[in-house]
Nanobody, 122 residues
Framework: QVQLVESGGGLVQAGGSLRLSCAAS????????MGWFRQAPGKEREFVAV????????KYADSVKGRFTISRDNAKNTVYLQMNSLKPEDTAAYYC???????????????WGQGTQVTVSS
């Protein structure tokens, strides 16, 4: 059974940076596209970024484009989300997930991590 474990969240001031990591185990990591989503209290889960199995193709939500960068290291079974120029509205729990299709819809992802909290203070 695959497992995903996120790390790297925390409290940061507006304008600061964080790098989230998502370590995968239990399946052939390089066979899957990987996505990052976030969910703030009282709000729906929101797509953030997705990267294809090889790491060549990426897609971002408009709200994070130019500030966030998704990447992966298949040798380490890990996907990353570098977040720069953070804003208070980026505050949320961030989740990584796996999918076999190229999609931004959360219900097309089959395995999810437990999430890591990111809080951006103004």
């Amino acid at each position: 059974q695959v497992q995903l474990v996120e790390s790297g969240g925390g409290l940061v001031q507006a304008g600061g940076s964080l790098r989230l990591s998502c370590a995968a185990s239990g399946r052939t990591f390089s066979n899957y596209n990987m996505g990052w989503f976030r969910q703030a209290p009282g709000k729906e889960r929101e797509f953030v970024a997705v990267i294809n199995w090889s790491g060549i193709i990426t897609k971002y939500a408009d709200s994070v484009k130019g500030r966030f960068t998704i990447s992966r290291d298949n040798a380490k079974n890990t996907v990353y989300l570098q977040m720069n120029s953070l804003k208070p509205e980026d505050t949320a729990a961030y989740y990584c997930a796996t999918t076999r299709v190229w999609t931004v819809k959360w219900n097309d992802y089959d395995v999810w991590g437990q999430g890591t909290q990111v809080t951006v203070s103004s």
